[in-house]
């Protein structure tokens, strides 16, 4: 009786593990993931500055060389419309250089890319920890089985976090609003939130 106990004891305490394990990782998942969206949320807005301010400073242009090209001489009025279009034109052409030397100089496509990538590991990784816990609430696996698979998993996901890109204190921020908790370490009350109730621990 008493080394049913002991090992009962073992199971309880591998459980608590791997229950911290499941909440760190669907934690890191969550940043990577918020960390895409706003990656790519940037890199559209980048794109779509890019056209617009290619398409209005070459309007300008267009207008200046329009105003300056008539044969007829220009009015008073007219030579002021020109000099504030050159204005406007120089302006939104400084802009367009800005744009398109932070599109040069961060690739934010390949930075959502790669934050998307690393959220779908930790996804996967996520559900294998899920099951894990799911079999040894289920009692269908032994202290040994349970080892192996915490030490297998435990590899695998140290090797996605030594290849993932830096998260951001915004993603951070967002994951912790869209999971209701700020903490990165876990409480029973926090893993319960984001544990099916079949899980969940009293």
């Known amino acids: ?20 394990s499941y909440g760190n990782v ?45 044969n007829t001489p220009l009015r008073d009025g007219q030579y002021d419309c020109v000099r504030w279009a050159a204005l406007i034109s120089s302006g939104i052409s400084a802009l367009l250089v800005i744009a398109n030397s932070l599109a040069k100089g961060y690739d934010l496509g390949e930075l959502s890319a790669s934050h998307g990538a690393t959220a779908l590991k930790l996804l996967d990784l996520r559900e294998e920890y899920l099951s894990l816990l799911y079999d040894i609430k289920a009692k269908t696996i032994n202290v040994e089985e349970i080892q192996e698979r915490r030490d297998e998993l435990k590899e695998r996901t140290l090797s996605v976090y030594a290849n993932a890109p830096r998260t951001t204190s915004r993603g951070y921020g967002k994951a912790s609003k869209a999971i209701e908790d700020g903490e990165p370490f876990f409480t029973k009350d926090s893993l319960n939130k984001i544990l099916p109730v079949d899980l969940q621990e009293e």
């Open 1 to 20: 009786m008493k080394a049913i106990m002991d090992e009962d004891k073992v199971i309880k305490l591998l459980d608590s593990q791997i229950r911290n």
């Open 26 to 70: 669907f934690w890191t998942h969550k940043i990577h993931e918020k960390d895409a969206d706003i990656y790519r949320c940037w890199n559209n807005w980048i794109k779509i500055a890019q056209i617009v301010l290619s398409a209005i400073s070459t309007t300008g242009i267009i207008f200046i060389l329009f105003g300056v090209s008539q």
